[in-house]
């Protein structure tokens, strides 16, 4: 794993880094889980700026300001809902973690949080999103311009023991 990836157990909201990123529904009215814990502590401000956005695909990221929050900057992408597997689930996935770290660099992001997108209501097995997710974070970072930290955020000691298993996994694979 590259060093300036690091996985912490924690809310989201709480950290005082240049951007985070939000697992939004494609309305981007805000919902439940992490979204709804965003735009509570961001204010009603954010959902303001969300209403001009007119949404956003699977897929894709949207920046807003971060208003009330400590973070500069939140970063919405929606994530696939879970199906079956083989309706692109892990290529919409890869997408999100591949155009929100876009969206942080052309705004020179130099710190970035991500929670476990896609695992919550919709679904996503977390084990095989935070393989992915962690494979993203490393393939971006060789080539990063303004990125000098990324945390994956879980939010639960069970979500957090899996990262950090998958983290062991991707340096022992790396080893071979
Ligand atoms: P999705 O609809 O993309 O599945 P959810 O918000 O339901 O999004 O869940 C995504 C992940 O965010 C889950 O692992 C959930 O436990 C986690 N989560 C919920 N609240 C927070 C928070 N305040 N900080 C970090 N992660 C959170």
Known sequence: MDQRIEIIRGDITKLHVD??????????????????????????????????????????????????????????????????????????????????????????????????ISTGVYGFPIERASRIALREMNEHLPHAQTIQKIIAVCFSEHDYRLYLASAKEFDERKKI
């Open 19 to 116: 951007a985070i990123v939000n697992a939004a529904n494609s309305s981007l009215l805000g919902g439940g889980g992490v979204d709804g814990a965003i735009h509570r502590a961001a204010g009603p401000q954010l959902l303001e700026e969300c209403r001009t956005l007119l949404g956003c695909k699977t897929g894709e990221a949207k920046i807003t300001k971060g208003y009330n929050l400590p973070a500069k900057f939140i970063i919405h992408t929606v994530g696939p809902i879970w199906q079956n597997g083989n309706h692109d689930e892990d290529e919409l996935l890869a997408q999100c973690y591949k155009n929100s770290l876009r969206a942080a660099e052309q705004n020179h992001v130099e710190s970035i949080a991500f929670p476990s």
